[in-house]
């Protein structure tokens, strides 16, 4: 059935990546069922994968190592402003392709009150970008190898944290780490 609904949802009028998105919605929001991670990257005591879906409810989550997704309520007041900040920066056009796992976060998670005390971020280079996203016949998606001041969003909202990818306390080089790149994918 949900087959069914996914293909009827398909026209001219939705491009190919728009259905495919589409189709992650229904099949893991609407039914309750997110996406299991078969593999986890190479992590380290104090590593957790980061896990973003677009939906209603809860939508951030920590992998542990046993590759349970667990909820990420908020980011604890003694997180890093800075990795904070960046990470809330990101565009969607970066971290929707990446958020299955690929992001790593460095720092602890309280099981009990589901905080994050954010330490750091990385997000492996190279990475997949969706450019052109508001385009009819659907999203480029591009390999890059690099993040720069322009692959972040100025933010001023005070619940979020003020941020300014051109401050001088901000290197966005900090934030990458290299891998091979024929792990280069947006599953």
């Known amino acids: ?6 293909q009827s949802i398909k026209s001219a009028y939705f491009p ?6 589409v189709r992650y919605l229904v099949l893991s929001c609407c039914t309750g069922v997110l996406l299991g991670f078969t593999s986890l990257p190479n992590v380290r005591a104090g590593e957790y994968p980061y896990a973003f ?15 349970k997704e667990c909820e990420l309520k908020a980011f604890a007041t003694e997180s890093n402003a800075i990795a904070r900040d960046s990470l809330q ?3 969607a056009s970066i971290l929707y392709p ?8 460095v720092g602890k998670y309280d099981a009990t009150t589901r905080l994050f005390t954010l330490k750091h971020w ?6 997949i970008e969706w450019q052109k996203m508001d385009r009819i016949g659907g999203a480029e998606k591009v390999t890059r190898y690099s993040l720069t001041r322009k692959d972040f969003q ?34």
Not at 1 to 6: D, I
Not at 16 to 21: G, K, Q, S
Request: charged content about 25%; proline content about 10%; some cysteine.
């Open 1 to 6: 059935m949900t087959q069914f609904r996914a």
């Open 16 to 21: 190919a990546a728009l259905h495919r998105f």
């Open 53 to 67: 879906y677009e939906c209603t409810g809860p939508n951030r989550f920590v992998v542990m190592t046993d590759g």
């Open 89 to 91: 920066a990101l565009p």
């Open 98 to 105: 990446n958020s299955k796992g690929k992001i790593i976060l």
């Open 122 to 127: 990385t997000l492996p280079v190279p990475f």
């Open 154 to 187: 100025i933010s001023k909202n005070p619940a979020n944290g003020s941020f300014d990818p051109d401050s001088k306390m901000f290197n966005p080089r900090h934030f990458i780490r290299k891998i091979e790149p024929g792990d280069v994918n947006d599953d």
